[in-house]
T-cell receptor, first 110, second 113 residues
């Protein structure tokens, strides 16, 4: 059974720093992996989707990588801003159903 | 632009009431999903549908039912609401083929008193 883990559960960094969020999964037979952002009390916004055949995807200051063999994905945020404060969730898609990590709560201090 | 809408942002119901949560997508997606999200438990799949009138149970279907009479609309029904169904409910949709990328609505915060 696929399990998805996100470490750390919470992270606080000063504005301007580059940072990495981690996501690991136990079964490498995945179709793709999605990173989402969730603001308090709100729905989920899809940030990046990486297909199993891809190594990375980029959108603006965000870069997501995928290493299926080791069961890991990272979300790199460059030049962090207070507006990046949110919970970041990764989800693995095995058969069009998503298996979710618990999320990393990110706080960017001005 | 991709759009998933949910009928209410906040809802307060009494124990035993029948509750309807509506979700509409305008992207012609075949798949639609209902999740609930609780602190410490993350997102859990309640039901999903891959076509009109088709439905599949997710991880926690007990106490819920769903209806999909039209492709763009997926309803979650709480037949007799209970306090342990107080939660954030999230609807999502995706294509049946391709990337399966899921798009989410804004969520409904349901409180059952």
């Amino acid at each position: 059974k696929q399990e998805v883990t996100q470490i750390p559960a919470a992270l606080s960094v000063p504005e301007g720093e580059n940072l990495v969020l981690n996501c690991s999964f136990t079964d490498s037979a995945i179709y793709n992996l999605q990173w989402f952002r969730q603001d308090p009390g709100k729905g989920l916004t899809s940030l990046l989707l990486i297909q199993s055949s891809q190594r990375e995807q980029t959108s603006g200051r965000l870069n997501a990588s995928l290493d299926k063999s080791s069961g890991r994905s990272t979300l790199y945020i460059a030049a962090s801003q207070p507006g990046d404060s949110a919970t970041y969730l990764c989800a693995v898609n095995g058969n069009y159903q998503l298996i979710w990590g618990a999320g990393t709560k990110l706080i960017i201090k001005p | 632009d991709v759009k998933v809408t949910q009928s209410s942002r906040y809802l307060v119901k009494r124990t035993g009431e029948k509750v309807f949560l509506e979700c509409v997508q305008d992207m012609d997606h075949e798949n639609m999903f209902w999740y609930r999200q609780d602190p410490g438990l993350g997102l859990r799949l309640i039901y999903f549908s891959y076509d009109v009138k088709m439905k599949e149970k997710g991880d926690i279907p007990e106490g819920y039912s769903v209806s999909r009479e039209k492709k763009e609309r997926f309803s979650l029904i709480l037949e007799s609401a209970s306090t342990n169904q107080t939660s954030m409910y999230l609807c999502a949709s995706s294509f049946l083929r391709g990337t399966y990328e899921q798009y989410f609505g804004p969520g409904t915060r349901l409180t059952v008193t």
